[in-house]
Nanobody, 120 residues
Framework: QVQLVESGGGLVQAGASLRLSCAAS??????YAWFRQAPGKEREFVAG????????DYADSVKGQFTISRDNAKNTVYLQMNSLKPEDTAVYYC???????????????WGKGTLVTVSS
């Protein structure tokens, strides 16, 4: 049974850092990605990583601020978030795809999400 379990969310002040984790079980996928959904907004892509080659992709809004990485031995993907801003407040979802794509529609499995709240 495939599971993606996110952790690491919480309440922080603006300027702080958080690291989200996504522990995958059941199988290994071609691509893992983080998406987020802020209150009243649509879910959006944040960052993605190709499991085998480690290639990364980022939304323009988080380039230079967030870093996605993976630990092959632990089958875990991370999202390091620095210099957090109130507009980064959202539920962050981990997702996985069997193909080399970071498109939301190509994700095959989703975690339940972890809430990140950034206060000003």
């Amino acid at each position: 049974q495939v599971q993606l379990v996110e952790s690491g969310g919480g309440l922080v002040q603006a300027g702080a850092s958080l690291r989200l984790s996504c522990a995958a079980s059941g199988r290994t996928f071609s691509t893992y990605a983080w998406f987020r959904q802020a209150p009243g907004k649509e879910r959006e892509f944040v960052a993605g990583i190709r499991w085998t080659i480690g290639r990364t992709d980022y939304a323009d809004s988080v380039k230079g601020q967030f870093t996605i990485s993976r630990d092959n031995a632990k089958n875990t993907v991370y999202l390091q978030m620095n210099s957090l801003k109130p507009e980064d407040t959202a539920v962050y979802y981990c997702a996985a795809s069997t193909i080399a794509s970071v498109q939301m529609g190509d994700m095959d499995y989703w975690g339940k999400g972890t809430l990140v709240t950034v206060s000003s």
